[in-house]
């Protein structure tokens, strides 16, 4: 039987509407960190891919570079760890009655920042020196969406890929991003959101795990 959707879950339709073309593969192999800070993506747009459909592995290209890499940590659960210019961080969704997604530091206990989300898969992100970033949806087909920083003010938005087996998303980061120290992460956290989602809609359907 299919399981209940988790207080992640959002109506997340990956094939509305499809896309016309997929996301464009590069014809080398990019290299890996050239870029030395998420920030640096300020006005600009990457890929998020999935290199192989048989590990919960994905990559964050831009042109011929991988800036960071999301892993799970087994092929089952949430724990994750990424791995971009900036640093590494680890991603782990927990809690029934009291959801959240917590990020910590490499070999820490310390939640340096919480992610709370309601039942319809938007949340609020909660980090350091009490800054609060919305995650919401931002489309009729409910398919695309977007961090908000404290002045309301659009950072980066994501917006899945409908084409072919694999999971992958274009996302987009605003100019005004590059203001926030906390962009790093919250591009991957919008990401492992995306893909929790991705799970449960699969889950929640007739013959799903």
């Not at 609060?132 to 398919?143: K, S």
Request: aromatic share 10%; hydrophobic share 40%.
């Amino acid at each position: 039987m299919p399981s209940d959707p988790s207080p992640f879950s959002a109506p997340l339709r990956l094939g509305l509407p499809p896309r016309t073309t997929p996301l464009p593969e590069p014809t080398t192999r990019p290299s890996v960190n050239a870029t030395r800070s998420i920030r640096d993506l300020a006005g600009r747009s990457a890929i998020w891919r999935q290199p192989s459909q048989l590990r919960q592995e994905y990559e964050m290209v831009v042109g011929e570079e991988i800036v960071a890499t999301l892993r799970w940590r087994k092929n089952v659960g949430t724990p994750a760890a990424a791995r971009p210019p900036d640093g590494t961080w680890s991603f782990k969704a927990a809690g029934f009655l009291n959801p959240r997604v917590t990020i910590r530091l490499p070999n820490s206990d310390y939640d340096f920042a919480v992610f709370r989300p309601c039942n319809t898969g938007e949340g609020v992100l909660e980090a350091m020196a009490d800054q609060r970033f919305q995650w919401r949806c931002v489309n009729f087909w409910q398919n695309t969406w977007a961090f908000f920083d404290p002045e309301g003010d659009r950072l980066l938005t994501i917006k899945p890929d409908a084409a072919g087996l694999k999971l992958g998303a274009q996302l987009n980061v605003e100019l005004k991003a590059s203001a926030h120290q906390e962009i790093g992460y919250l591009v991957v956290l919008g990401w492992y959101l995306m893909v929790l989602m991705a799970e449960d809609a699969v889950a929640g359907q007739p013959g799903g795990a």
